[in-house]
């Protein structure tokens, strides 16, 4: 079992930044990969970003060159940076992680970004 806590949203006006923090406990060592998710009001859950294990990231095409997703393993947290934010950037962010087969998912956090 895997168990993510997030935190770090809230709200912002166009251009800034913030960062979403991701904190993993449990069996992380079974972690094959975290990411972010987005889901605005009434849509579907959509992919940020992601990292493996080793380290690998991808990202959404709307996310290139604005967010990155580092990640710490020492307090075992991935984290996801979001600069030049906009207003289409708002819902709410879930963290995710992979492992052993299974997804697990965090409880969310609001970003809302004002124009």
């Known amino acids: 079992q895997v168990q993510l806590v997030e935190s770090g949203g809230g709200l912002v006006q166009a251009g800034g930044s913030l960062r979403l923090s991701c904190a993993a406990s449990g069996s992380i060592f079974s972690i094959n990969s975290m990411g972010w998710f987005r889901q605005a009001p009434g849509k579907q859950r959509e992919l940020v970003a992601f990292?493996?294990?080793?380290?690998?990231?991808n990202y959404a095409d709307s996310k290139k060159g604005r967010f990155t997703i580092p990640r710490d393993d020492a307090k075992n947290t991935a984290y996801l940076q979001m600069n030049s934010l906009k207003p289409e950037d708002t819902g709410v962010y879930f963290c995710?992680?992979?492992?052993?087969?299974?997804?697990?998912w965090g409880q969310g956090t609001q970003v809302t970004v004002s124009s």
């Open positions: 995710n992680a992979v492992a052993q087969g299974k997804t697990y």
């Open positions: 990292i493996t294990r080793g380290g690998t990231t």
